[in-house]
T-cell receptor
Framework: GAVVSQHPSRVICKSGTSVKIECRSL??????MFWYRQFPKQSLMLMAT?????????EQGVEKDKFLINHASLTLSTLTVTSAHPEDSSFYIC?????????FGQGTRLTVV | GENVEQHPSTLSVQEGDSAVIKCTYS??????FPWYKQELGKRPQLIID?????GEKKDQRIAVTLNKTAKHFSLHITETQPEDSAVYFC???????????????FGSGTQLTVLP
């Protein structure tokens, strides 16, 4: 399958700080990437659609000022969790894909203390 | 929007038996249905997918069937092995984003446990 790389895999940050998560497509160009959030033992919930060269599209209930998305190139999208709080602790995962399928990054386990 | 329901939420089978997981979708325009396997703390891995112009697809011990009229699709795993134990998610393509990306709506997941 296609390779989608996400970094970091784990991050612990203090409450009130910001955290940036990167999602890269390594062997294909991705004009669109998707960001999901997954709570323990739950499904993946789409947060936003990242569009290269334009603004991201956020799902209902997702604060765009809290979850900043930048898709500056055809191979990189970033998600910045701003002013993180303990309730933002979760597993964040990106996806992208050529026409043959959708593939996921490794995911980022964010813990806000 | 699309709504995908998946059941059962948990499934235990004996090694060597078959496992079946079922999903229903609401949007008749959906045309792509992938299945993912997710092990604890890891990314979902695409294991098989089916498009709406096909009724069944098989890949070794894994098969997926699609009934467009009833709007449901199923994952079948035969000769289960302990390493098949994981959470399985079905998904449906809600809209076709320009280019190649697909925006997926996921089912709630099934925890499959294969007992040795």
């Amino acid at each position: 399958g296609a390779v989608v790389s996400q970094h970091p895999s784990r991050v612990i940050c203090k409450s009130g700080t910001s955290v940036k998560i990167e999602c890269r497509s390594l062997d294909f160009q991705a004009t669109t990437m998707f960001w999901y959030r997954q709570f323990p033992k739950q499904s993946l919930m789409l947060m936003a659609t990242s569009n290269e060269g334009s603004k991201a599209t956020y799902e209902q209930g997702v604060e765009k000022d809290k979850f900043l998305i930048n898709h500056a190139s055809l191979t990189l999208s970033t998600l910045t969790v701003t002013s993180a709080h303990p309730e933002d602790s979760s597993f964040y995962i990106c996806s992208a894909g050529p026409h043959r399928g959708t593939f996921f990054g490794q995911g980022t386990r964010l813990t806000v203390v | 929007g699309e709504n995908v329901e998946q059941h059962p939420s948990t499934l235990s089978v004996q090694e060597g038996d078959s496992a079946v997981i079922k999903c229903t979708y609401s949007d008749s325009a959906s045309n792509y249905f992938p299945w993912y396997k997710q092990e604890l703390g890891k990314r979902p891995q695409l294991i098989i997918d089916i498009r709406s112009n096909v009724g069944e697809k098989k890949d070794q011990r894994i098969a997926v069937t699609l009934n467009k009229t009833a709007k449901h699709f199923s994952l079948h795993i035969t000769e289960t092995q302990p390493e098949d134990s994981a959470v399985y998610f079905c998904a449906a393509n809600r809209i076709r984003v320009s280019g190649s990306a697909r925006q997926l709506t996921f089912g709630s997941g099934t925890q499959l446990t294969v007992l040795p």
